[in-house]
């Protein structure tokens, strides 16, 4: 796993205190859907154990999984932008320990704490450009013919 992919670790120690005021101890039994794909964005969460699968619908009545998130992990970003709808689905590929976060409340602490904030976000950009890649690639592999030279 990358780096990029864990929130914590890329805010400096004053900011992961603040955020981490905000976080309560959630747990999900293994095979709950967490979210799905164009519901309400309105919570994320820190993975403390566990792995969950991001998954995407295509069509017909497929779904894809484009990435699989474990310890460090963070999971849901569309709190953070309008119209705080979820770009993905979520589920528990096994049991999770996380801790969870009220997305309004810390877009409020953003806006109060501005350096934290732009911290947050660029932290989270990261971990989006990422996912984007992700997503991009596993699209590529189930549909792009192998030697087709498309990209």
């Not at 864990?6 to 900011?15: G, N, Q, V």
Request: glycine share 8%; proline share 5%; net charge neutral.
């Amino acid at each position: 796993m990358t780096t990029a992919k864990k929130l914590l670790r890329a805010l400096p120690a004053e900011h992961r205190d603040r955020l981490m005021e905000l976080a309560r101890e959630v747990s999900f039994a293994q095979d709950t859907r967490i979210f799905e794909e164009h519901g309400r964005a309105d919570r994320f969460w820190i993975i403390r154990s566990g792995a969950v699968t991001l998954d995407l619908s295509l069509p017909g009545p497929r779904v894809a999984t484009v990435e699989t998130l474990g310890t460090g992990d963070l999971l849901g970003w569309s709190w953070m932008f309008p119209p705080y709808e979820w770009g993905f689905g979520a589920e528990a590929l096994s049991p999770v320990r996380a801790y969870e976060f009220d997305g309004a409340e810390a877009r409020n602490l953003c806006e109060s704490d501005p350096a934290l904030g732009f911290a947050l976000v660029r932290a989270v950009a990261e971990i989006l450009g990422h996912r984007l890649r992700q997503a991009r690639t596993r699209l590529l592999d189930l549909y792009v013919p192998h030697g087709s030279g498309r990209l």
